[in-house]
């Protein structure tokens, strides 16, 4: 049976969803109010992204119980993704101590990585690195750290929903041009689906935002995107690379500014305003510009590069340089974690 039909069913259950959840927050008085480290101006729902939790585990249910995905990498999914929602949740609704998220964090990362079964084999500049606690070690913080940085990549109207349509859309293509869908089906209908999630999200998240995604949402979306390129690094160990090329904005914008602000001693959980895209936001005076800024260098820029990797025709390594160099410059051009003037 086709399987088609299940993206505009994702698709139409995220925008119902995230609606009902908008309607609840508006109810419930959950809004984010704007104070000094804020890109909004308007007080606005926030939690939208549990819609999108919502929408997508019961996909990944279906797909396993159609043996499109196997068992484990559906148990990873649900598992991680869950409790990193949760914890998201809990947190939109309160607060959780830093040291409580990370610690669920890492557990989150920890259970991915037994039913993914650990890191496979990949190869950068010649170098194999191969299996040990060293690598799990370094796949685990991989998870986590993905994790966090999209949760401070979502900072203005659209932009965490435009990049996780652009990459996984990126992602499935891959799979084809690398010819691994037929292999692996699961490949290409997982990141499809969750950029039905997202998309259906986004109706609402559009400029100007009618709600936020929030912790449980942004959380949702890192660990499952890691996951994912894990997942397809089984599957041909180019894809990891080609994974993070795709995900080049906000890995070098988030890794910027995170730098930049240890260089100057300041305390890096703190929230603040002054990543590259936000600071770009406040040059031009709009959201929208930005956001569609970031889609246009994943489809213009990312995308063939990532290929190229996939593909062999260039090396992992030195495809993270070409793809990185250009968006180092124009994070430092955007002031990326450097106080607002």
């Not at 889609?295 to 990185?324: D, F, H, K, Q, S």
Request: with cysteine; hydrophobic share 55%.
């Amino acid at each position: 049976m086709s399987l088609w039909f299940l993206l505009p069913v994702v698709v139409a259950a995220a925008a119902l969803l995230t609606g009902a959840v908008r309607r609840y927050a508006v109810t419930r008085a959950l809004l984010d109010i704007p104070n000094a480290r804020s890109s909004h101006t308007a007080p606005t729902p926030r939690g939208g992204g549990v819609a999108m939790v919502a929408s997508f585990l019961p996909a990944v249910l279906w797909l396993a119980a159609t043996d499109t995905i196997d068992w484990p990498l559906a148990a990873a999914l649900l598992g991680a993704g869950a409790c990193c929602a949760l914890l998201g949740f809990l947190d939109d609704r309160g607060h959780i101590p830093a040291r409580w998220r990370l610690l669920g964090h890492f557990a989150a990362a920890a259970w991915a990585l037994v039913w993914l079964g650990g890191l496979p084999p990949v190869t950068i500049f010649g170098l194999t690195v191969d299996g040990g606690w060293p690598a799990q070690a370094l796949a685990a913080v991989y998870l986590v750290w993905l994790l966090n940085l999209y949760n401070f990549m979502d900072g203005i109207d659209g932009i965490a929903a435009v990049e996780a349509i652009s990459v996984c859309l990126g992602a499935a293509a891959l799979y084809g041009v690398t010819r691994q869908g037929a292999a692996d089906p699961g490949g290409v209908w997982l990141p499809v689906l969750l950029a039905g999630a997202a998309a259906g999200f986004l109706m609402w998240n559009l400029p100007p935002a009618r709600i936020f995604m929030g912790d449980a949402g942004s959380g949702f979306l890192g660990i499952t995107l890691g996951i994912l390129s894990l997942h397809a690094a089984a599957s041909a160990p180019t894809l990891l690379w080609s994974w993070l090329i795709l995900l080049g904005v906000f890995v070098v914008d988030a890794s910027v500014t995170l730098l930049q602000r240890l260089v100057r001693g300041e305390r890096v959980y703190q929230a603040h305003r002054n990543h590259a895209y936000q600071q770009a936001a406040r040059q031009y005076g709009r959201h929208l510009p930005v956001t569609l800024a970031v889609a246009t260098l994943n489809l213009v820029w990312l995308m063939p590069i990532a290929a190229c990797v996939a593909t062999g025709r260039v090396e992992a390594g030195i495809g993270l340089l070409i793809a990185y160099t250009p968006l180092v410059a124009l994070a430092l051009r955007f002031r990326a974690g450097q106080p607002e003037t």
